[in-house]
């Protein structure tokens, strides 16, 4: 019996639990909790024992937390199930895992594909019209991330574990997780590419400004290098927004010793961003507590959110179609071996009610194009199922 077949059998369950593999890392991590996920309305980060994190991206929904009464890592989910893992789901969860008779060797890969209709490019690119009149007309009103959950069936022979070991596969350099979150009844399957808030064992506190965005292919389909991708003024003014966002976020606590790395730019699967890195030795600063205190300035940061803070809020919670949930919050683990790794959820998919919803947001400034910034949404669903 391998890990991918236990798990399936678990994902039927009450029991909620989170995969998870960081950036440039072989390791897949497992946390699988014997209660419920809880509910927390306040994240302090301090206070919470080791598991993983969901939060979504308005303040007052309510952020999921699995305890991490079991915390594994696995080198492949390919591989016989750890002795480990299986006493635990016998002992604590009172479980039998069944002997599965399909064989064990990976499927092939359960293409998804989506059309988008007119009507849905004409209502998007009305609202990105809407949101450039008000960011014209209104002096301090400079940029807002609009967004759109486009829902498809689920397809045939879909699994949502070899899914999430595929996307693994696919993006090295991205944070992959599927966290399967049972009182709510959605499974989220992502590949993000940004940082929210990180704290290592050394004390190290990590952010980033992640905006701008580019198809990583050429007209002909060649991948572009980093080193030669070209931005417009409109991407280079749009991602300093945000990393200006984060360095007034540092101000208001008197961080003054950051390091500033970038903007560089960086490949994120299909797509290209520009990526400005802030990093802080909270020891040296005396400072432990930094990680809480930032992420509580910084969500939701003009990345997902806009600039200012709250007319981007009040404009997203007026205009936008649908109610994000989960989407655009961030999730992790956190203090398990006293490292924190938050990512925001973005490049990810919920699977609920027999339906799977992908969601893509983008930046509107005063100088948008609707259409262009309807086919960065397009690029950036395609992400988690290309
Ligand atoms: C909102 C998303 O992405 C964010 C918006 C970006 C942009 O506007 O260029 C780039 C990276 C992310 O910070 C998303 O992927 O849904």
């Given at each position: 019996m391998n890990t991918l077949q236990t798990l399936k059998q678990l994902m039927t369950g009450q029991f909620p639990f989170a995969l998870w593999r960081l950036p440039n890392q072989k390791d897949i991590n497992l946390v699988l909790s014997s209660n419920q996920e809880q509910k927390v309305f306040k994240t302090d980060l301090e206070e919470l024992p080791g598991g993983f994190l969901m939060t979504p991206f308005e303040d007052s929904e309510a952020s999921h937390f699995i305890l991490a009464d079991l915390w594994v890592q696995l080198t492949?989910?390919?591989?016989?199930?750890p002795e480990k893992v299986l006493t635990f789901i016998e002992e604590e969860l009172g479980l039998v895992i069944t002997e599965n008779q399909t064989p064990s060797k990976s499927k092939p890969e359960v293409k998804i594909n989506f059309l988008s209709e007119a009507g849905e490019q004409r209502a998007f690119e009305e609202l990105v019209e809407r949101a450039v009149t008000k960011i014209e007309e209104t002096d301090s009103f400079q940029k807002v991330v609009l967004s759109r959950k486009k829902e498809i069936d689920i397809p045939e022979n879909f699994d949502a574990l070899e899914h999430f070991r595929s996307i693994c596969q696919k993006y090295a350099s991205l944070f992959c997780s599927l966290v399967y979150l049972p009182q709510e009844n959605q499974i989220w399957i992502g590949a993000s590419p940004e940082i929210l808030v990180t704290q290592d064992d050394q004390g190290i506190f990590e952010t980033m400004a992640l905006a701008g965005t580019q198809s990583a292919y050429d007209q002909n389909g060649e991948l572009i290098s980093c080193s030669e991708a070209l931005w417009r003024q409109k991407e280079i003014e749009e991602q300093a927004l945000v990393s200006r966002y984060i360095i007034n976020c540092f101000k208001k606590i008197r961080v003054r010793e950051f390091d500033e790395i970038g903007p560089k730019t960086i490949q994120a699967g299909n797509l290209m961003h520009l990526q400005t890195t802030f990093k802080v030795d909270s020891h040296k600063i005396n400072f432990p507590q930094i990680a809480s205190v930032m992420l509580e300035l910084l969500h939701p940061t003009s990345a997902v959110c806009g600039m200012p803070k709250e007319e981007a809020l009040g404009f997203i919670k007026e205009n936008e179609p649908y109610n994000r949930g989960l989407y655009s919050g961030y999730l992790g683990p956190v203090n398990l071996n006293q490292r924190t790794t938050l990512f925001v959820n973005l490049r990810s998919l919920c699977i609920a009610d027999h339906k799977i919803s992908l969601f893509g947001g983008c930046g509107i400034t005063a100088d948008s194009v609707p259409e262009k910034e309807w086919k960065e949404t397009e690029m950036k669903l395609k992400t988690i199922i290309g």
């Open positions: 492949s989910l390919n591989e016989q199930t």
